[in-house]
Every structure is written in C-alpha cells, then in structure tokens.
C-alpha cells in the first residue's frame, strides 16, 4: 500500500498567522496584508543602516596643513589703509611711578599776596592746589562772576583744608561777602515798595494784575478782560469765551462749574464769580427746532449727538414742532435735559 503524501502547508496556517487572525478577527487576505506592512516597515528602518556608506577618515594635519597656507597668503595680501591709520592713532600708554602725575609739573613760586580773581589755572598750581581743583576754581570763578570773598574758597570742591589754610593769609579777599543793602526795600514817601511803587522799573514779561477789580458782564468780556483775574490765564480765558460761544451765551454764574478747565479748580470758579455777573433779562442765541440739520444742533453743549438723533428723528416722523413744549413727546428725552435745554430753543 503506497504511503499518502503529507498535507501542503501554506504561510497562511504559520502560527503567527492563525494568532493574528484570531485574535484580530482578521480574515486570511488581511492577515497577509498586516504581515505585508509589518514587512514594508521593518525593511524601511533596517534597510539605512545596512546600506549606510562608510564615513571618510578625518586627518587633522592635512587641515591644519591648508589653514596655515591660507594663512600666510592674507598676510601677504593685507594692507593698512592710510585713512584708518591716520584717524586712530595707536596710543602710546605711558606708565606712571606711585608718586608721579600725568599733567606736566608746574614750577612752584614762594607765597605773596595775590588777587585770586586775576590768577589762571597755572598759578593755582604753581602755590601748592592739584591741576584739577585749580581747573575747578577758574571755571567757578567764571561762571560766579569773581571772588568776593575768602569763604567762597573755603567752600571750594576737593580744596583741602591745610591748603586753604596755607593761601588764606595771601588771599587779598574779606574774609566775608559785604552784605546787601536792604534800603531798597524800605517803603518810599508814598507807602509804597520801591519795586512796585517807582514808575521806571523795568515792565516784568507778564503785566501785573490789579488789586482792585470792578466786575464785569460775563456775556460781553472777551480773554484780556477776564485775564485781569488772579489765577485765570489765556488758557482758561479762551475756554470761558470758547464755552459761551458754545452755549449761546451764559444765563448764570454757575453755569462757570460746566467750562472743563475749571471743573477741578473751585477758588477759580469762586473768583470769576466774584468779578462777573450776567445782566438780568439776558436773551441767549437759540437754536431752531425745526430747521436745524443734525450738524448744527449736536454742537450745542446740552443737546449732544444722542439729542440731536432724537430730535431730528421724531421731527421727521411726526413733522415740524409747534413749540418747545413739544419735546417732552419725546419719550427717550429726560425731563432734566429739557429744562436745561429749554432757554436755546425755539420753534419756528
């Protein structure tokens, strides 16, 4: 009896296959596909370093051989621009002993009475002071206009006692400044300050305000009227008329409180209420309900652009106003506003 061939056996019965679709539920194409990948992926992170070619062998002498070449090639090529050389000149650094000096010595004079005021830099040397505090004093003698006395020397930055101490009997200075003569400011026969009372003082650069003011109508005084004020300048005095022109022209004194500039300064607002008043029965400049355009009313300080809208916008749904009670129609418009609204407008 002939004996049975064994059974073929494929890849697919391998136990890793039969692992893999049994665990994974793959079928047998998937199985071969995973193991295809797996594979692929392998083959792609072993195949650069078996094929990696052999790095060359690195020979320091050979490089060290070239650098020096191309060394000595730029010296012999390098050249010192004159420019350069005549512009940075090397310094020559001298080296000082313990006791020497950089500046040059000054021969030294036996000590006699001298005016310090007609004495150079030299001559503070040449009696015992150090170069830089004899450069010091010459340079503060010129910007003071002169010695008038020893104790401004006393005085005097990095000037040592025992040196001053030394020149002091030569100085031909007091030995303090002369004091002022103060009857320039004992009053005249008028009572009053030589300063302020003699008429051919030199005018300051800003003319003096008056003591005594008599006030003045707010509506119709312009800057240099207001300036007369202690404590207003062109500064506040433009915004006041600028605030005026704004509004049509100021119904009350505190009507002052709303100008920006002096919202923080109340003795200002005091003091121009003081020296001002408004004419009773004063009439403002009004604004025409009914024929101003947006532009021309929301200019106005208490009607605004968020007003203006309001106003221009019920007009044209509703037509023109009768009078000004008529804005109280206006649902959104505060009583409040209205008021102060009230005396800049008409209806016409």
């Given at each position: 009896?002939a ?7 494929s ?11 049994r ?14 990948l797996?594979a692929?992926m ?11 070619p052999?790095?060359p062998?690195?020979?320091?002498a050979?490089?060290?051989v070239?650098?020096n ?13 004159s420019?350069y ?10 080296k ?9 010595a000054?021969?030294?004079v ?5 005016d310090?005021?007609a004495?150079s ?16 004093i010459?340079k ?8 008038k006395s020893k104790a401004?020397l006393k ?5 040592e ?9 030569f100085?031909?200075l007091?030995?303090e400044a ?5 009857a320039a400011?004992?009053p005249?026969?008028d ?8 008429s051919d003082?030199?005018?300051g650069?800003?003319?003096?305000k008056p ?12 800057t240099?009227?207001l300036?007369?004020i202690?404590?207003?300048g062109?500064?506040?005095a433009?915004?006041v008329v ?8 100021y119904?009350?004194?505190d ?5 920006f ?6 003795d200002?607002?005091?003091?121009l209420?003081?020296y001002t008043f408004v004419t009773?029965?004063y009439?403002?400049k009004t ?5 101003a355009?947006f532009?021309?009313?929301y200019l106005?300080?208490?009607?605004g652009k ?12 509703h037509g023109?106003f ?9 649902p959104?418009?505060?009583?409040a506003?209205?008021?102060k609204?009230r005396?800049y407008?008409?209806?016409?």
């Amino acid at each position: 009896m002939a004996s049975t061939p064994p059974p073929r056996r494929s890849w697919d019965d391998w136990a890793p296959m039969r692992w893999v679709r049994r665990y994974f539920g793959y079928s047998r194409g998937e199985a071969r596909g995973l193991m295809v990948l797996l594979a692929i992926m392998l083959a792609t992170i072993v195949a650069p370093i078996l094929l990696r070619p052999e790095l060359p062998a690195y020979l320091p002498a050979t490089d060290q051989v070239q650098l020096n070449q191309l060394a000595a090639q730029l010296k012999e090529h390098r050249t010192v621009e004159s420019g350069y050389a005549s512009r940075y000149p090397k310094r020559d650094y001298k080296k000082f002993d313990a006791g020497g000096s950089r500046y040059p010595a000054v021969a030294q004079v036996a000590l006699a009475p001298f005016d310090p005021n007609a004495l150079s830099a030299e001559g503070w040397e040449a009696r015992g002071v150090p170069h830089f505090v004899a450069a010091r004093i010459v340079k503060y003698r010129e910007a003071a206009g002169g010695f008038k006395s020893k104790a401004q020397l006393k005085k005097m930055y990095g000037l040592e006692d025992s040196v001053y101490q030394r020149l002091a009997p030569f100085l031909q200075l007091p030995e303090e400044a002369p004091k002022r003569d103060y009857a320039a400011t004992k009053p005249g026969v008028d009572g009053k300050f030589p300063p302020f009372g003699s008429s051919d003082a030199p005018a300051g650069k800003f003319p003096r305000k008056p003591r005594s003011l008599q006030p003045f109508d707010l509506n119709t005084a312009d800057t240099t009227q207001l300036m007369q004020i202690r404590g207003i300048g062109a500064g506040r005095a433009k915004w006041v008329v600028r605030y005026r022109n704004q509004l049509g022209g100021y119904l009350r004194e505190d009507q002052l409180d709303e100008v920006f500039v002096l919202r923080d300064a109340p003795d200002l607002r005091d003091s121009l209420k003081k020296y001002t008043f408004v004419t009773p029965g004063y009439a403002p400049k009004t604004v025409n309900v009914n024929t101003a355009t947006f532009d021309e009313m929301y200019l106005h300080p208490y009607i605004g652009k968020p007003r203006a809208r309001l106003i221009v916008a019920y007009r044209q749904q509703h037509g023109p106003f009768k009078t000004v009670e008529d804005l109280k129609q206006i649902p959104i418009l505060k009583p409040a506003d209205w008021e102060k609204m009230r005396p800049y407008l008409r209806c016409e």
